[in-house]
Each structure stands twice: as structure tokens, then as C-alpha cells.
């Protein structure tokens, strides 16, 4: 088969598998109805506020930092019959965190059994009587423990990024393959795709509010994020693993590990992903690891679209979270508004409790954040069987970043079909505590 085909045939594949994943998810209420007059119209969405009753769904969590202590909450908090029966991670304080605060927060106390500390521990997790596999590890292990739930024939959710180089991006891909196979339930961790105020703005761009989507912008730009110094008495390994936000093999670099959220927005009210990407960034204040502070990336995508993409992790400096996008007839913040060309509201979300009246900028709180209502959908998905699986989007998404990324440390345009092909693999060869072969080298491009 030609590449230009086999290109072809896997973008196919991802539209008609994010549709089908969308409309699994969220039922029929998010179709849109055809008027008289040849044009679409929104049909309001609706929303559970907690996962449909059913067999009970035992859960185990792998990864229990801040993160993975939340998802467990967030899935505990779902619904009715839903259980935290295991736990895993490298680290026992970490994993006795976790377990403290599920029992002294929710009642949950996890046997001595099923706690599993080590490289290892996932499998154990995985091979326990568990229905779903919460994956919050740094992004690093993601494929091999997705692949390892997927053929233990485990419902998943997994948080994003869901790799950091593109040998695991096209991993999480085959595997998401199995699992749709398997009539296995993946959702993973990019939760605007199951926010509500996203969501039904996503229904007005997709009837056609903006005309079509013919530029874009997205941001993260915040203060400087979390990091941990090395301690007496760690090796290589711990002092990474404590400290995994700020080292590329292990996080991605932010403009993956975090700026994800907003260019996969962008990518999902597009339709489709970017297929190069010329970036650039530097390093000023980071105290630990080799990652960048900012990144600047002009995205383009097949039709000739650009999207320009800024992240920043540096304290002092201005701070921005949103995605716009522009069309032919209008524009969005993606978000919770649509204007028109010259600027007017002509459409906003109403939060609970607002007055449906008032048309200045939205400022209410969700009925359920959306770190739970994915997990609603995941629940939903597999109690009542229809289609979910939200990997392959979630590792193009990733595929973007690192894309933008290669691009940034070498000074290179990067294309999509590069990554594809790329054998380009992180990491240090041995996965074990001790010495690791990796430095902290911060790169410079035009090398």
C-alpha cells in the first residue's frame, strides 16, 4: 500500500473512531437535528449526574500520587456499586497516602493484599480481581501498563499524555486497536472532552455557529509548577521518579504532559490533527530536570490551518488557560461562548444557578466536575455496553505535542509523517532502581 494511502486510511479510522466514541459516551441527545430550511440546529444535551446502576465494577488504581488519589475518589464518587479493591506504585509512603486518604475520606480500606509496591506491582494490580484499571503513572509507563490492562481483557481509564516519545504514542495505538476488539471501555484523561460547558459548545460550533474553523489559538501559561529536589540517600532513579514533572523521559516535557488539554481542544472541534509543526522554547528558571519553561509552536494542520500553541511554567509573568478558535462567520473560546465576527455574544453556556437572562461572560461552577463525569461515561459505557474508547485520539493528541516538541530542541519542522515512522524511544534501557544513563542536559537547538 502506498504511504499516502495508509495515511490516509488511519486518519479515516481516527474520525469515524472519535465519533463513535463520542456518541457512546454521551447518547443520542448530542446529535443534531436537520430544520426545515436545510440547516442544522442544536439539540440540548443532557448529562447524568451519576452512572447508570449495575453489576458491581471493582477498580485498581496504578499510580498513587495526588493524581491517581483523586481519579480513585472520582471514580468512588461515579455512582452506586463501584469499589477501589487494589493498589500499586513504586513507592510505599505514596502508596500509603493513598490509602489513608481513601479511608479516612471515603470509608475505603484496601486489604494488605492488594497493595503492591515495585516496578512490578501494575501486573499485580492488573492480574487481581479488578473489572477497570485506573492508570495514573507518570505518562512514561502508560503503554506498557494500557497494553498489559488491554490484554487482561481490563476497562480503562487512563490520564493523558498517554506516552512521551513516538514509538509509545503508535504503542497506545495498536493497543487501542485490541481493545476496541475486546469491546473494551477506554476513556482517557483529556476531561474537556467530557465537560459539559465544552461539550455543548461543541454542539453549536459543530451546527455550524462560526462557519467553518479556519484558525486557532490555544495557551497554558501559569506560574511555575511543582518540583522536587534530590535527598540524601536517593539513587538516580528515585530522585527522577520523585521528581518526574521535570524530566522529559518520565513527563514528556509540559507542552505534552500539560499543554495537551488545549490543542487537543482545538483538534477536537477541528476534526481532525496537525500534520507539522515548527516550534521553539528555552529554559530560564527550571531548578531541576531538562525540560523547557515555555514553548511557542505554530501548529498547521492538513487544510492549510495554523494554529499558534504557548505554554509557560514561570513565576511573575502573565498568565492565560484558553483555547479560541475563528471561523468563516464567527468565533470561540471553545469553552462556555460564541461571537460573531465584530465581537457580540451571540450564545453563551448557563451555569447552574445563573439567570438565563444575563449575557455577560459565563462565571458559574459545573454540576459535576469533569474529572468525575468522565468517569460517569466510563461507568455508563460499559453497564450499558456501547462503544467507548478514546485512545488512538488521545495518542494523536500526544503524537501533536511530542511533534512540537522534537521541533522546539532541534530547530526543525517536524512532520506527523516523521513521527509515525520515528523510532525515537526514551528512557533508560533498565527500568530498576540505581544509577540511571540519563543527565540533565537541557537541549539547544541547531545543533
Known sequence: MEKDQTLSNRRDFIKGAAATA?????????????????KARVVAPTFLDKAPDGRLL???????GSRGTGAAFNYLDAGSGLEITALADVFWDKLDSCRRQLKNNRGVEVADEKCFVGFDAYQQVIESDVDVVLLAAPPFFRPTHFDAAVRARKHVFMEKPVAVDPVG????????????????KVVAGTQRRHQRDYLTTYEHIKSGAIGDIVAAN????????????RQPGWDDMEAMLRDWVNWTWLAGDHIIEQHIHNFDVVSWFKGSHPVKAVSFGARHRRPTGDQYDFFSTDFVYEDG?????????????????EELITGTEGRSNCMNRVEDLEGNTIWQYQYPGEDP???????????????????IHLVAAIRDDTPLNEAEECAMSTLAGIMARISAYTGREVTMEEMMN???????????FGDVDIKAVVPVPGN
Open 357 to 375: 437572562d444575563d449575557i455577560g461572560l459565563a462565571s458559574g461552577a459545573l454540576a459535576v466536575n469533569p474529572y468525575e463525569q468522565e468517569i
Open 305 to 321: 490551518m495554523h494554529l499558534h500553541s504557548m505554554c509557560r511554567q514561570i513565576d511573575g509573568c502573565a498568565n492565560k488557560v
Open 422 to 432: 520515528s523510532s525515537l524511544r526514551l528512557g533508560p534501557e533498565k527500568i530498576a
Open 22 to 38: 463520542a456518541l457512546g459516551a454521551l447518547g443520542t441527545g448530542f446529535l443534531l437535528k436537520s430544520c426545515g430550511d436545510g
Open 218 to 229: 490555544c495557551y497554558w501559561n501559569q506560574s511555575q509548577l511543582w518540583h522536587v529536589k
Open 169 to 184: 504514542s503508535r504503542a497506545i495505538m495498536a493497543s487501542a486497536r485490541m481493545a476496541d476488539t475486546a469491546n473494551l
Open 58 to 64: 471493582k477498580a485498581g488504581l496504578i499510580g498513587c
